[in-house]
């Protein structure tokens, strides 16, 4: 089993910023995809930022330019750099990734809990 635990979410407010962490711990052999998305009050989940193991990133175009992700592989970990936080960014944050158990195995797509992000002043 995989377990994602996220860390760094809070009360900001408009202009500040945040920095969330996202670790993985459990039985991981390889991972691949890791991502963060946000759900606001009352919509769907959202793509935020995501980044490949090659260290490729993709960005949701509201985030573009304020936000910044990263990984430290070593770590099994994910960071969301998040800078001019908006109200509009106001969610739960929730990270994921995609990895292995063993060589052998599939690829599964595992989830954090969330943490919740609130930009209000």
């Known amino acids: 089993q995989v377990q994602l635990v996220e860390s760094g979410g809070g009360l900001v407010q408009p202009g500040g910023s945040l920095r969330l962490s996202c670790s993985a711990s459990?039985?991981?052999?390889?991972?691949?995809?890791m991502g963060w998305y946000r759900q606001p009050p009352g919509q769907q989940r959202e793509l935020v930022a995501s980044?490949?193991?090659?260290?490729?990133?993709n960005y949701a175009n509201s985030v573009l330019g304020r936000f910044t992700i990263s990984r430290d592989n070593a770590k099994n970990t994910v960071y969301l750099q998040m800078n001019s936080l908006k109200p509009e960014d106001t969610a739960v944050y929730y990270c994921?990734?995609?990895?292995?158990?063993?060589?052998?195995?599939?690829?599964?797509?595992?989830w954090g809990q969330g943490t919740q992000v609130t930009v209000s002043s």
């Open positions: 980044i490949t193991s090659g260290g490729s990133t």
């Open positions: 459990g039985s991981i052999f390889n991972i691949n995809y």
């Open positions: 994921t990734q995609d990895s292995q158990r063993s060589r052998d195995t599939p690829f599964f797509r595992y």
